[in-house]
């Protein structure tokens, strides 16, 4: 019996998402397509919803050897779109070194319009090989805040880096005028994580990372994202520095903070909470752009900290709701 219905035109694992202004205000679907195994779940949004909020997920709870998911995305001008996920993006092992799970994201942010992409991290298992590739072409009044991390596996299972190979791209390009047809590279941050390669210079995966159990960067840039990549500079810049160690007793810090600012005091609490989680980050400004790096050596303490320092500076809840930050809480 044939199909009542027409053949789609999209090939397996591609997916695509068109978001743009509503006449009444306020961002809308324009239209959102995908295929096995990628799945997109847009809930209904609210009256007062800040953002389009899409849910990437997977069929089966994660992406089998050879999976291949093409995501494109295009946020026309003055439109915003938040994306999350439901979980870790599992990738599970592979039958052959050979054989390699894919995922990739091609986005273009109009003039005025912001791309919000928070997901959980991503977890492979034992044996796994993941490439990762996201692309986002940027006008000059766009605005991206992107995180992208990356787990040591299943610590119930003892895994520790026990994947054979992963590898992750990122690159913001800066859009010229359309009479030009010029691209700017503005951002190329690549991340190669391999059993062969740690093995070559005498050392395990394991021993590279050094106890860290997640790794991950955060990529800001545009008007939207601005206070927050100033927050982050700002915050790293008030790192304690070698030869500013505070050798007063615990009861004369305490007594010293209860007569400082409230921003002080959570200053010095998340302090406290890098150093209980084993917290390393860095922040610079890189071409318009400020790029967060961090690690923990638990995943809930670099969840924790990443998802405090966003919501203490506050202005991602404020331009596309607290929907969007559902994965770090």
């Known amino acids: 019996m ?3 219905f027409p053949p789609s035109s999209l090939s397996p694992g591609d997916g695509h998402i068109v978001v743009s202004l509503l006449p009444a205000g306020g961002s809308g679907l324009e239209a959102m397509t995908y295929q096995y195994p990628l799945k997109l779940i847009a809930p209904s949004p609210s009256i007062d919803q800040h953002s389009i909020l899409v849910f990437i997920l997977s069929y089966g709870g994660g992406l089998v050897a050879g999976d291949a998911v093409n995501l494109s995305i295009h946020v026309r001008p003055e439109s915003k779109l938040s994306i999350a996920t439901q979980g870790h993006t599992k990738i599970f092992k592979t039958p052959s070194p050979d054989i390699t799970t894919r995922q990739n994201i091609h986005a273009q942010i109009d003039n005025d319009a912001g791309l919000c992409l928070l997901p959980d991290p991503v977890q492979p298992f034992e044996d796994s090989v993941y490439a990762q590739i996201q692309i986002f072409r940027l006008e000059s009044r766009a605005s ?3 995180l992208d991390w990356v787990t040591h596996g299943r610590s119930a299972r003892g895994e520790n880096w026990s994947l054979i190979k992963w590898t992750g791209r990122n690159e913001v390009w800066l859009c010229a005028p359309k009479e030009s047809g010029q691209e700017r590279l503005l951002v190329r941050d690549s991340v190669i994580l391999s059993r062969d390669g740690s093995q070559a210079v005498g ?6 990372m050094q106890n860290i159990a997640v790794s991950g960067t955060l990529i800001l840039r545009g008007n939207m994202m601005r206070s927050l990549g100033e927050f982050f ?3 790293f810049d008030t790192l304690p520095r070698i030869g500013a160690q505070d050798f007063r007793s615990p009861e004369a810090k305490a007594k010293a903070i209860s007569g400082v600012s409230d921003m002080q005091q959570w200053r010095s609490q998340r302090l406290e909470m890098e150093k209980q989680g084993g917290v390393l980050w860095s922040a610079a400004q890189v071409r318009g ?3 967060v790096k961090f690690g923990a050596t ?3 303490a670099g969840r924790e900290w990443i998802g405090s320092m966003i919501m203490k500076e506050g202005s991602i809840a ?5 929907q969007s930050l559902m994965c770090i809480r």
């Open 233 to 235: 500079i700002a915050e």
């Open 203 to 208: 050392r395990t995966l394991q021993d590279v």
């Open 144 to 146: 991206l805040c992107l």
């Open 289 to 291: 752009c400020v790029i």
């Open 298 to 300: 638990t995943v809930e």
């Open 2 to 4: 044939d199909s009542p």
């Open 318 to 322: 404020a331009q596309f709701g607290n």
